[in-house]
C-alpha cells in the first residue's frame, strides 16, 4: 500500500543552523501539508502546498520557513535559522484531490540545541 | 476562533470494554477525521467522514452534523488499542487550502 514517507526520522541540530526536512509524497497525490506537533501538544497547521505554490500558511510559518516540490516528487520543508522553539515532529501529509482523505507521514522529530 | 474540543482527556479501561471518544467543533464543517497516534509519534488515518457512520472492524465512527458531534466507538477493547485518539476537521470557510484543525487528542490506557 502506497505510503508517504519522510527524513529523517530524527534530526538535532544546534540553535542556528538550517534543516531540511524531507518528505516523499503519494506518488499521485496533488495536496500537500506540513504540521507541527510540540511535545505535548496538539497538532498545528503550518503550510498548504498545491499546484506549485503555497495556498495557505499559519502565522507559525514565517519567514524563517519555506516549502519546495523540487523534482515532482520530494516535497520539502527548510527552517533556515533554527530556535530552540522549533523543536517539535513535524508531519508530511498529502492527498490526492480537495475531498479525499489525507495520509500521514511517520514525522521527523527534530531537537533543536 | 474555530475550536474542536474533545473529551475525556484521559481514558483508562479494562480489555473487553465499549470506548467512547467524543469531539465537538464550533462551526460548520466540510469533513471530520478520527486519527490515531501511538507512542512513538506517528499519526494514522482512521476515518474521513461527512455525515452518518463509518464502521472498520471493531471501530465505530459517528458524526451528528446539526448537533457538531462526533464520537469514536471501540468495541472489545484491547491492549493494542491503547493511543491517543485525535479528531481532526475541515472548516466549510476552510477554502481551497483543506488544511486541518486538530483537536488535542484523548489518551485510551486499556489495561489487560
Known amino acids: 500500500e502506497p505510503e508517504v514517507t519522510q527524513t529523517p526520522s530524527h534530526q538535532v541540530t544546534q540553535m542556528g543552523q538550517e534543516v531540511i526536512l524531507r518528505c516523499v509524497p503519494i506518488?499521485?497525490?496533488?495536496?500537500f501539508y506540513w504540521y507541527r506537533q510540540i511535545l505535548g501538544q496538539k497538532v498545528e497547521f503550518l503550510v498548504s502546498f498545491y499546484n506549485n505554490e503555497i495556498s495557505e500558511k499559519s502565522e507559525i510559518f514565517d519567514d524563517q520557513f519555506s516549502v519546495e516540490r523540487p523534482d515532482g516528487s520530494n516535497f520539502t520543508l527548510k527552517i533556515r535559522s533554527t530556535k530552540l522553539e522549533d523543536s517539535a515532529m513535524y508531519f508530511c501529509?498529502?492527498?490526492?484531490?480537495?475531498?479525499?482523505?489525507?495520509?500521514f507521514g511517520p514525522g521527523t522529530r527534530l531537537t533543536v540545541l | 476562533k474555530n475550536e474542536v474540543e474533545q473529551s475525556p482527556q484521559n481514558l483508562t479501561a479494562q480489555e473487553g470494554e465499549f470506548i467512547t471518544i467524543n469531539c465537538s467543533y464550533s462551526v460548520g464543517i466540510s469533513a471530520l477525521h478520527w486519527l490515531q497516534q501511538h507512542p512513538g509519534g506517528g499519526i494514522v488515518s482512521l476515518f474521513m467522514l461527512s455525515s452518518g457512520k463509518k464502521k472498520h472492524g471493531r471501530l465505530i465512527a459517528t458524526i451528528n452534523i446539526q448537533e457538531k458531534h462526533s464520537s469514536l466507538h471501540i468495541t472489545a477493547s484491547h491492549p493494542r488499542d491503547s493511543a491517543v485518539y485525535i479528531c481532526?476537521?475541515?472548516?466549510?470557510?476552510?477554502?481551497?487550502?483543506?488544511?486541518?484543525?486538530f483537536g488535542k487528542g484523548t489518551l485510551l490506557t486499556v489495561n489487560p
Open positions: 506518488s499521485n497525490h496533488l495536496y
Open positions: 481532526a476537521v475541515r472548516w466549510n470557510s476552510g477554502g481551497s487550502n483543506y488544511k486541518l484543525t
Open positions: 501529509a498529502s492527498k490526492q484531490g480537495p475531498n479525499n482523505e489525507q495520509f
